[in-house]
């Protein structure tokens, strides 16, 4: 380990213990956490791909433009007052933390305003905290709006004046009402002391990768969870963040391996997505390939009970599998905001990686994370014991409740100020096992069955996998007068009618199997996909009114067969199709977007294009998205012909 990057200590230890030691000592205001976050200035901050080039700043080089953007921070804002509330609008990028400690030290309280959230939301945020003007990378709002890329750094740098008191976190708007949280350095400092804590009892969280540790920014630093477990608890000690450019598949793993990334926080979905495609993979090596990674699953089962020989044997046998994912430099993944499968943590963590499951939220920011090396517990769904400081009961209703002092300062909601300073009903549904918790789904969403008995959504999802179905959502749906469980089948809007049989026939069979046939009497098959825009989990408020609204729409099988052509150039170019995303054939619809309507990556598409140029010897444009469809493509094949002839 290059002792310049600790601070000249000879440990991680050491040095954690020294910095922390230090901001204990100090006001512990924004002030003092500035510059302890930014007093290694040689060591790297962020990291960006830039073409062929990757882009490098130092901390040093951050707090200079921090300070000389502060400065015309406040020339623009000049006679708000301090503490004054500004927006920040912005996605994750080195100007979105430069911005934010500008605003700090302008002497304004930043609100973190949550990109995935409506405008309707985000102004009624702005109005219960008073805000005075946003800082935006793209949009306009009623308070003054300062465009993000107009912020030009002053020749100097700020001087004189207080750092902002507080910071304003918006929750993720999946419940009725969403919540603005205030948080101090103080419940900072506290978090710090939390991940403090982390790095005491798992040797793995810390572990670096050729004298470096690296995060990948793909949690928005707006919400909580990216806030703190990605940026506040490593930027605190100086490690460096590496930016991810868009969320394709292929762009998420080649910055991995271009930037040797060591840790990645995510959402359950993102690693959904991850292990589906590595399933794929695996299987396109054909069946004899399939039949070792399963052998080798079962042996690492085995061996996985004794951590040192069943990390050896994952290391050794899985290698070709993490090469073709994330390569060698992954050291620790976190999963949080939502339920995740015990069949995904158990590939992880079986494979040669270390996935482990954590627990907060925006009232209360990160409070526990599943710290074992015994696989058996990662795997189930653990979310392990409560960090320093923080303290977890489950009352008689089995809900979580929660006390410490790193949680919010206070919340605002429907306009009212509440203070957060005892125990917090998280509302999520928990178990102890006398070792560690697990989250088992919201009290919110449980659906009282015909027969009386309780049905845990997040519990029941995960069971009816089948092929055909992209995602299920069970809802409470209100129908006339009555709670009604509903289960929400989202299939793809191309399928013909014989495939959306089998889908109900197989989706009924599960049902039965589960003995839930008589409790979920309602089916409906949606052609809509069940997450809209930006969000990452299932929101069941929105699905709820969006059923009792008649909005979602229901699929109609066979609705473009009457346009299909049934040609050789057409069957070619559906079998590829079909096999870039293994699908059937029949799934795979004339009018279907390549991208949008079927999932494909940009690396799949572009191996599609090169067969169909060696095929029929003509070339093909990029970036023309009429090309991404099966009928696109054969128009287009057919009109060259005939401009050949």
Same mark, same amino acid.
């Given at each position: 380990?290059?002792? $310049?990057?600790?601070?000249?200590?000879?440990?991680?230890?050491?040095?954690?213990?020294?910095?922390?030691?230090?901001?204990?000592?100090?006001?512990?205001?924004?002030?003092?956490?500035?510059?302890?976050?930014?007093?290694?200035?040689?060591?790297?901050?962020?990291?960006?791909?830039?073409?062929? $080039?990757?882009?490098?700043?130092?901390?040093?080089?951050?707090?200079?433009?921090? %300070?000389?953007?502060?400065?015309? /921070?406040?020339?623009?804002?000049?006679?708000?007052?301090?503490?004054?509330?500004?927006?920040?609008?912005?996605?994750?990028?080195?100007?979105?933390?430069?911005?934010?400690?500008?605003?700090?030290?302008?002497?304004?309280?930043?609100?973190?305003?949550?990109?995935?959230?409506?405008?309707?939301?985000?102004?009624?945020?702005?109005?219960?905290?008073?805000?005075?003007?946003?800082?935006?990378?793209?949009?306009?709002?009623?308070?003054?709006?300062?465009?993000?890329?107009?912020?030009?750094?002053?020749?100097?740098?700020?001087?004189?004046?207080?750092?902002?008191?507080?910071?304003?976190?918006?929750?993720?708007?999946?419940?009725?009402?969403?919540?603005?949280?205030?948080?101090?350095?103080?419940?900072?400092?506290?978090?710090?002391?939390? #991940?403090?804590?982390?790095?005491?009892?798992?040797?793995?969280?810390?572990?670096?990768?050729? !004298?470096?540790?690296? %995060?990948?920014?793909? =949690?928005?630093?707006?919400?909580?969870?990216?806030?703190?477990?990605?940026?506040?608890?490593?930027?605190?000690?100086?490690?460096?963040?590496?930016?991810?450019?868009?969320?394709? &598949? !292929?762009?998420?793993?080649?910055?991995? *391996?271009?930037?040797?990334?060591?840790?990645?926080?995510?959402?359950? =979905?993102?690693?959904?997505?991850?292990?589906?495609?590595?399933?794929?993979? +695996?299987?396109?090596?054909?069946?004899?390939?399939?039949?070792?990674?399963?052998?080798?699953?079962?042996?690492?089962?085995?061996?996985?009970?004794? @951590?040192?020989?069943?990390?050896?044997?994952? $290391?050794?046998?899985?290698?070709?599998?993490?090469?073709?994912?994330?390569?060698?430099?992954?050291?620790?993944?976190?999963?949080?905001?939502?339920?995740?499968? @015990?069949?995904?943590?158990?590939?992880?963590?079986?494979?040669?990686?270390?996935?482990?499951?954590?627990?907060?939220?925006?009232?209360?920011?990160?409070? #526990?994370?599943?710290?074992?090396?015994?696989?058996?517990?990662?795997?189930?769904?653990?979310?392990?014991? &409560?960090?320093?400081?923080?303290?977890?009961?489950?009352?008689?209703?089995?809900?979580?409740?929660?006390?410490?002092?790193?949680?919010?300062?206070?919340?605002?909601?429907?306009?009212?100020? *509440?203070?957060?300073?005892?125990?917090?009903?998280?509302?999520?549904?928990?178990?102890?096992?006398?070792?560690?918790?697990?989250? =088992?789904?919201?009290?919110?969403?449980? /659906?009282?069955?015909?027969?009386?008995?309780?049905?845990?959504?997040?519990?029941?999802?995960?069971?009816?996998?089948?092929?055909?179905?992209?995602?299920?959502?069970?809802?409470?749906?209100?129908?006339?007068?009555?709670?009604?469980?509903?289960?929400?089948?989202?299939?793809?809007?191309?399928?013909?009618?014989?495939?959306?049989?089998?889908?109900?026939?197989?989706?009924?069979?599960?049902?039965?199997?589960?003995?839930?046939?008589?409790? +979920?009497?309602?089916?409906?098959?949606?052609?809509?996909?069940?997450?809209?825009?930006?969000?990452?989990?299932?929101?069941?408020?929105?699905?709820?009114?969006?059923?009792?609204?008649?909005?979602?729409?229901?699929?109609?099988?066979?609705?473009?067969?009457?346009? $299909?052509?049934?040609?050789?150039?057409?069957?070619? +170019?559906?079998?590829?199709?079909?096999?870039?995303?293994?699908?059937?054939?029949?799934?795979?619809?004339?009018?279907?977007?390549?991208?949008?309507?079927?999932?494909?990556?940009?690396?799949?598409?572009?191996?599609? +294009?090169?067969?169909?140029?060696?095929?029929?010897?003509?070339?093909?444009?990029?970036?023309?998205?009429?090309?991404?469809?099966?009928?696109?493509?054969?128009?287009?094949?057919?009109?060259?012909?005939?401009?050949?002839?």
């Amino acid at each position: 380990m290059d002792k $310049r990057t600790l601070g000249g200590y000879n440990s991680i230890d050491a040095y954690v213990e020294a910095k922390i030691k230090k901001y204990s000592e100090s006001g512990r205001d924004f002030a003092a956490l500035f510059e302890l976050m930014f007093s290694e200035g040689e060591n790297v901050m962020f990291e960006e791909s830039r073409g062929y $080039r990757i882009v490098k700043t130092t901390y040093a080089q951050a707090k200079s433009n921090v %300070l000389r953007m502060a400065a015309a /921070i406040k020339e623009s804002l000049g006679g708000e007052a301090h503490d004054s509330v500004v927006g920040i609008y912005m996605d994750n990028s080195l100007e979105w933390i430069e911005i934010f400690w500008a605003v700090l030290r302008c002497g304004f309280r930043p609100l973190l305003m949550n990109m995935r959230l409506d405008d309707q939301t985000l102004e009624y945020a702005l109005k219960t905290c008073g805000a005075v003007a946003v800082i935006s990378d793209e949009k306009e709002f009623s308070v003054r709006t300062i465009l993000q890329s107009s912020v030009t750094p002053s020749e100097s740098a700020i001087s004189g004046g207080e750092f902002g008191t507080e910071i304003f976190v918006m929750s993720s708007g999946t419940s009725a009402n969403v919540k603005v949280c205030a948080y101090t350095a103080e419940e900072f400092y506290r978090q710090i002391q939390g #991940s403090y804590s982390i790095i005491k009892k798992c040797r793995q969280i810390k572990k670096h990768y050729e !004298s470096e540790l690296k %995060l990948l920014t793909f =949690l928005p630093f707006y919400h909580i969870f990216g806030l703190v477990a990605v940026y506040i608890w490593f930027a605190f000690f100086s490690r460096t963040f590496v930016r991810l450019n868009d969320m394709q &598949p !292929s762009t998420i793993t080649n910055t991995i *391996k271009r930037h040797k990334v060591t840790h990645v926080f995510a959402v359950p =979905l993102f690693w959904e997505k991850v292990y589906e495609q590595a399933l794929r993979t +695996i299987k396109e090596r054909g069946e004899d390939t399939y039949k070792k990674f399963e052998k080798g699953m079962k042996l690492s089962r085995m061996t996985g009970g004794i @951590p040192l020989l069943g990390d050896c044997f994952s $290391r050794l046998a899985f290698r070709e599998v993490r090469e073709n994912m994330f390569g060698e430099s992954i050291r620790f993944m976190i999963t949080g905001g939502s339920y995740i499968s @015990p069949e995904i943590l158990e590939f992880f963590n079986t494979i040669g990686y270390r996935l482990a499951d954590g627990y907060g939220m925006t009232e209360i920011g990160i409070t #526990s994370v599943e710290l074992s090396s015994n696989r058996k517990r990662l795997n189930s769904c653990s979310v392990g014991l &409560p960090m320093a400081g923080v303290e977890y009961s489950i009352n008689s209703d089995g809900e979580l409740l929660v006390k410490g002092r790193a949680m919010a300062s206070y919340i605002i909601e429907d306009g009212e100020k *509440k203070p957060n300073t005892d125990w917090f009903n998280t509302r999520d549904l928990a178990e102890f096992d006398g070792k560690c918790y697990r989250i =088992l789904g919201r009290r919110d969403d449980l /659906i009282i069955a015909p027969n009386g008995e309780n049905l845990n959504p997040n519990l029941i999802e995960g069971k009816i996998a089948c092929p055909g179905v992209r995602g299920v959502c069970l809802i409470g749906a209100d129908t006339g007068g009555n709670t009604e469980p509903v289960l929400i089948v989202s299939v793809n809007k191309y399928i013909s009618s014989e495939k959306l049989a089998e889908v109900k026939r197989d989706v009924r069979q599960k049902l039965a199997e589960l003995r839930l046939a008589g409790q +979920i009497r309602k089916l409906i098959f949606t052609e809509d996909g069940l997450l809209k825009g930006d969000e990452f989990k299932l929101n069941r408020l929105r699905l709820k009114k969006d059923f009792e609204s008649g909005a979602l729409a229901e699929v109609t099988p066979d609705k473009n067969s009457g346009q $299909r052509i049934d040609d050789e150039i057409a069957r070619t +170019i559906t079998r590829m199709f079909a096999v870039a995303l293994n699908k059937p054939e029949s799934e795979i619809g004339y009018t279907a977007d390549f991208f949008l309507d079927e999932g494909g990556t940009s690396l799949d598409y572009l191996a599609i +294009i090169s067969q169909l140029r060696d095929e029929y010897n003509i070339p093909f444009p990029s970036g023309d998205s009429s090309l991404n469809t099966v009928k696109g493509l054969h128009n287009y094949i057919k009109s060259r012909q005939q401009d050949a002839d």
